[in-house]
Each structure stands twice: as structure tokens, then as C-alpha cells.
T-cell receptor, first 115, second 110 residues
Framework: AQSVTQLDSQVPVFEEAPVELRCNYS??????LFWYVQYPNQGLQLLLK??????LVESINGFEAEFNKSQTSFHLRKPSVHISDTAEYFC?????????????FGKGTLLTVNP | KAGVTQTPRYLIKTRGQQVTLSCSPI?????VSWYQQTPGQGLQFLFE???????NKGNFPGRFSGRQFSNSRSEMNVSTLELGDSALYLC?????????FGPGTRLTVL
């Protein structure tokens, strides 16, 4: 079984400041890792994913995350945030190797970007 | 391609009633998963269907059930509703390595 811990439930930052949202996971098997974003009254949108290969993955809107196997972490970072990045962010894990239709989510981190 | 659609978007029911939610996956996707999202428990996996068969199941009581049709559309049913069933129910259809989520159905149980 897998579990995910998002260390911060809320992260307030000012516009144009850097941000890091922390995520740690636990699993006895190899995993796939995901970050999803949820805007108010909407479903989840995939932000980025790690399946294999390069441990640094990037999204089209400036976010990046680094898979660290030794620390079992997959922290999300952005060097300069915008007001429109205000949303809830969820880290998720699925077991690799074909059993990847069940996602285990963290509790979420509410990112609030203030002007 | 059209995204995942869920109907209805909002529902209000009373305790003891039953409810059916519908999900239409992205064309070509054969796997549909359901999740419950609440402020207290967060996002929890309910079940997953693939080619009309339930392939995975989460830790929910038998009041929660689902099915999938030959066109991959899926429904979930909750019988004997309880106040604690109030939640956002999300459906996701799967490509090989990622899940695409619908907007959800907001169920309120009074």
C-alpha cells in the first residue's frame, strides 16, 4: 500500500515570490508520482508527472518537481508565482507496473498568492 | 477530444434516499475510476472499472456501488444516504499512465 504526506496544509506567499510545496510518499513498490491542481468548484487537473527517467519534471506553466528516491520526496516548486496560481495542490502516487489506476492522494496544500 | 463529463453537477438528497451519478469518459478510454472528496477525509478511491468489470475497490461500505456499460460510460450508486455521504464525487478516465478528471458531482445530503 502507498501513502502520501503533504507537509503543509496552507502556504501563503506574495506574488512573484518563490514557493515550494512539500510531498513525501511511502511505498513498498516502485511508484508513479503526480501533482494535480484544483481550482474552486472544479475537478483535478494534472500539473506534472514522474514515471521514470529524469528525476526533474516540468510543467508548461513554470512549475517543476524533483523525484528524490532516497528521501521518498516529490516536492513541487515554482521560482515566481502569480495570483492565478492560487489553488489547492494535491500530490498523488500510484503503484507502477500496470496497477496505476488507483491514485492515493495527500491531503492537499492550499496555495494562496497575495498581491 | 471532449473531456470527462459528469452529470448532474449538483444534487440535493435527504437521508435514506438513493442516488445515481453518471460519468462519460474520454473517447477511447476504457478505465473509469471514482473518488470521493470531503474536507475531512480528502480524496479517497472508491472503485475502478475496466471493460465493464470492477477491477479495483476502495474501503467503502456496500452502499456504494457502480457499474460500467459497453460504451465505457459509468454510473455509481449510493443507497440509503447518510449525512456523511455529502461530498464531491469525482470520476476519472485513464490513459495508460495518467488519469483525467471530470468536474465532479456535488452531493448534499440533508
Amino acid at each position: 500500500a502507498q501513502s502520501v504526506t503533504q507537509l503543509d496544509s496552507q502556504v501563503p506567499v506574495f506574488e512573484e515570490a518563490p514557493v515550494e510545496l512539500r510531498c513525501n510518499y511511502s511505498s513498498s513498490v516502485s511508484v508513479y508520482l503526480f501533482w494535480y491542481v484544483q481550482y474552486p468548484n472544479q475537478g483535478l487537473q494534472l500539473l506534472l508527472k514522474y514515471l521514470s527517467g529524469s528525476t526533474l519534471v516540468e510543467s508548461i506553466n513554470g512549475f517543476e518537481a524533483e523525484f528524490n528516491k532516497s528521501q521518498t520526496s516529490f516536492h513541487l516548486r515554482k521560482p515566481s508565482v502569480h495570483i492565478s496560481d492560487t489553488a489547492e495542490y494535491f500530490c498523488a502516487v500510484s503503484a507502477g507496473g500496470g496497477s496505476n489506476y488507483k491514485l492515493t492522494f495527500g491531503k492537499g496544500t492550499l496555495l494562496t498568492v497575495n498581491p | 477530444k471532449a473531456g470527462v463529463t459528469q452529470t448532474p453537477r449538483y444534487l440535493i438528497k435527504t437521508r435514506g434516499q438513493q442516488v445515481t451519478l453518471s460519468c462519460s469518459p474520454i473517447s477511447g478510454h476504457r478505465s473509469v475510476s471514482w473518488y470521493q472528496q470531503t474536507p475531512g477525509q480528502g480524496l479517497q478511491f472508491l472503485f475502478e472499472y475496466f471493460s465493464e468489470t470492477q477491477r479495483n475497490k476502495g474501503n467503502f461500505p456496500g452502499r456504494f456501488s457502480g457499474r460500467q456499460f459497453s460504451n465505457s460510460r459509468s454510473e455509481m450508486n449510493v443507497s440509503t444516504l447518510e449525512l456523511g455521504d455529502s461530498a464531491l464525487y469525482l470520476c476519472a478516465s485513464s490513459a495508460v499512465y495518467e488519469q483525467f478528471f471530470g468536474p465532479g458531482t456535488r452531493l448534499t445530503v440533508l
